[in-house]
T-cell receptor
Framework: AQSVTQLDSHVSVSEGTPVLLRCNYS??????LFWYVQHPNKGLQLLLK??????LVKGINGFEAEFKKSETSFHLTKPSAHMSDAAEYFC????????????FGTGTKLQVIP | EAQVTQNPRYLITVTGKKLTVTCSQN?????MSWYRQDPGLGLRQIYY???????DKGDVPEGYKVSRKEKRNFPLILESPSPNQTSLYFC????????????FGPGTRLTVT
């Protein structure tokens, strides 16, 4: 079975401080892991993807995530938050049946305080 | 421009009146998928298709149908909509399967009264 747990439904940070959005996954095989972002009233955009080539994955807009197999985690980080980072973030896993099914986490809303 | 299009963008309908939401992609992608987004639940996969004439259930398929007669199109059919199908629906496509980046349509906001 595959599943994703996003540990925080809401995260609030001050502008210029680090961001940490936590994601744990469950996978029976070799998972593909993603982070997507959804700005208010907008569609979804890929932030980054774990491809098994490197455990530390760099994405767009200064975000990165580290794949830790022993902890089954794929946390998203950014050194310094910008106001434009305020959005909802989704952790996503695919592995079942040859990567046919895709499972989203329930999302984390990031608030950035000026 | 590479894109996934959905129509209509907004739809208000009544219980039991059959409706179809169209989805089309111009990237020659093999994999297409439908999701519904509800507050606090994230996106949940309804159906997916690995290629023409190959479709399968996602996590929440009850009350929905799909077809994939052409590679570019993947319509979502609600034969007898009910109020619990009021939601925001997204179509997505990727090059081959769920291990590739998905490209999302703009969404269809459906209200069933």
């Amino acid at each position: 079975a595959q599943s994703v747990t996003q540990l925080d439904s809401h995260v609030s940070v001050s502008e210029g401080t680090p961001v940490l959005l936590r994601c744990n996954y469950s996978s029976s095989y070799s998972p593909s892991l993603f982070w997507y972002v959804q700005h208010p009233n907008k569609g979804l955009q890929l932030l980054l993807k774990y491809t098994s080539a490197a455990t530390l994955v760099k994405g767009i807009n200064g975000f990165e995530a580290e794949f830790k197999k022993s902890e089954t985690s794929f946390h998203l980080t950014k050194p310094s938050a910008h106001m434009s980072d305020a959005a909802e973030y989704f952790c996503v896993v695919s592995d079942l049946g040859g990567y046919q099914k895709v499972t989203f986490g329930t999302g984390t809303k990031l608030q950035v305080i000026p | 421009e590479a894109q996934v299009t959905q129509n209509p963008r907004y739809l208000i309908t009544v219980t039991g009146k059959k409706l179809t939401v169209t989805c089309s992609q111009n990237m020659n992608h093999e994999y297409m998928s439908w999701y519904r987004q509800d507050p606090g639940l994230g996106l949940r996969q309804i159906y997916y298709s690995m290629n023409v004439e190959v479709t399968d259930k996602g996590d929440v398929p009850e009350g929905y149908k799909v077809s994939r007669k052409e590679k570019r199109n993947f319509p979502l059919i609600l034969e007898s909509p009910s109020p619990n199908q009021t939601s925001l629906y997204f179509c997505a496509s990727s090059l081959k399967d769920g291990s590739y980046e998905q490209y999302f349509g703009p969404g269809t906001r459906l209200t069933v009264t």
